[in-house]
């Protein structure tokens, strides 16, 4: 009768952690974009992917937690399975579908700039232009005849206009307003926005599609309710557009 017990309870334990384990998933992200996500002064993944993907994952029945990963390898360790969810400011594009798969868009598409020192009269045609490496804008620059100067994050493309090594910096309009606005007059924005790609969504592996389902349910409803709007106010100081 003991080993019975023992038995049952055993395979309730083993149920209860199965359980546990179906409903865990690992979120990641790179921390290195704000407002999408950044690390904040506490050492946390912070911003309006946090904020929405808490939300989502609180919708959809999952426990989340955020993990931290390099842009330029952030694809490849989602399907080796380092983390289960990408919600890194990543852009909806043909070719990354072709690896991962994505859910609709929590976020619109967001014109691309350029930003340059000011009064540097910069050449965004014809001049070397910094992008982040895998990136749209990346992309962008190496096929519009201004010469691509590829950096690993996001701080290094602004470091190469101000030390001279790029003329401008190409990246997420979002991304570079409130660096123009805090750098004293020191940035500016020149030549003309270009949109890119259809909107930001979170990247889930293609074996994944239950988890894929119930994300896009997740964002339907916290479009409908006016949740992401409120967020995209918040954090982007800008009309949400849903």
Partial sequence: MKSLIIGVVAAAFTATVAFADSHAVRMGTEGAYEPYNFINDKGEVDGF?????DKLCEIAGYSCTW????WDSIIPNLTSGNYDTIMAGMSITDERKEKINFTEAYFP???SAYVSLAGADAEVINGNVAAQTNTIQAGHVS????????YATPDETIAAVRNGEADAVMADKAYL????EESGGELEFVGEDVMLGTGIGMGIRKSDEEMLA??????????SDGTINTLIEKWFEMKGPY
């Fill in 49 to 53: 992917e946090r904020e929405l993907g």
């Fill in 67 to 70: 993990v931290k990963n390099d």
């Fill in 109 to 111: 598409p967001d014109p």
């Fill in 143 to 150: 096929s519009s005849g201004a010469t691509l100067v590829e």
């Fill in 177 to 180: 307003r409130k660096l123009v």
């Fill in 214 to 223: 119930k994300f896009n349910a997740a964002i339907q409803q916290l479009k």
